[in-house]
């Protein structure tokens, strides 16, 4: 790279909070949509009589987003979408990421190096005064809670249905879904097979809501199950009685530490038959730059805003912890085809 262009990148990345103002601002105002529905682009006053938003206000949004790259000036004044704008404005993950970082991540972010000094989520204070967001998630405001469930259902809805033909290939008749959330998977998994039950474990308010989801589902609702639990309270227990241990997205919100004393905890009344899956987006897995980059910003919402401690993994880190725990991997059942996602099989022995 010329120094040139280095310079330039880095005054993106100096200016990076600038940037990413402008673009949630262009959205919400309409002005990238506005742009985008133009062939032949349009001009400063043609913004602003289409958005209703003040020239001034089209004028230094519009110069900010054109120096970023993000609308491309055709002729002297006139503008279009270029290609990075077009992604911003209509893919799925783009989307789903802006909205996280706007609404939960970007005043707490504001404090990740007093996150990384102290170890702890500093960036929480910003909502509560809660060891974990997961401990406060169910009392989130409600823009902040939407966003959040829509990264976390992002990331994990579009592998349930390959996860399914993975856990159900040996005819489980029960699972436990430990950290089940809001019983997307419990629904999932009740409706794939009619005679399987689930039992979700989860902190009380994310219990709640799982609950109330699938109390109104007749079908099901019967074979669903409950149990409230700290999965980090030392003397808390994971029952016998499971063919499947099922986590998905649920190590990466736990140190290597906590890990194996989860694992640990399901290893200590297991039967020697039942099979531990853990989904996960493992950083070592991923074919695609923007997949990469997203994982590890991900890790720096688990420092800032989550728990301080935790991060999205790699598949060697995870299978080191698996091992370390006398926990054996049979098998990684890699589902790029449709996701991001790797599932590891492990049994006791
Ligand atoms: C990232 S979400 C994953 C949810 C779901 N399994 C999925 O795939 O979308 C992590 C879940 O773990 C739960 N969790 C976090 N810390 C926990 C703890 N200490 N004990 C029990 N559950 C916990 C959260 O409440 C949340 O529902």
Redesign the pocket.
Known sequence: MKAISALYEAQKIVFSPFIFQTVYSMIELGILDAINNSNEGLDFDQISRETNVSKYGVTVLVEMAESAGIVDEISPGKFILSKIGYFILRDEMTQVNLKFTQDVCYNGLFYLKDSIVDASPEGLKVFGDWK?I?EG?SELPPMVKKSWFDF??FY?DNSFSDALDVIFKNKPKMIFDI???TG??AIASANFDSLVQVKI???PG?VKVAKSNIEKIDAIKDRVTFQE????NQSSVIPAGADVYWM???LD?FSEHEIESILLKIKENASENATIFIMETFLDDQVFPAAKLSLAATSLYFTAMANGNSRMYSSRTLKYIIEKAGLKCVKEHDLHQDSFHTILEVKLN
């Open positions: 974990t997961y998630l976390d259902h994990s950290g089940g959330n997307k998977w474990f989860d902190l994310q639990i700290d999965m980090l998905s997205q649920f919100c």
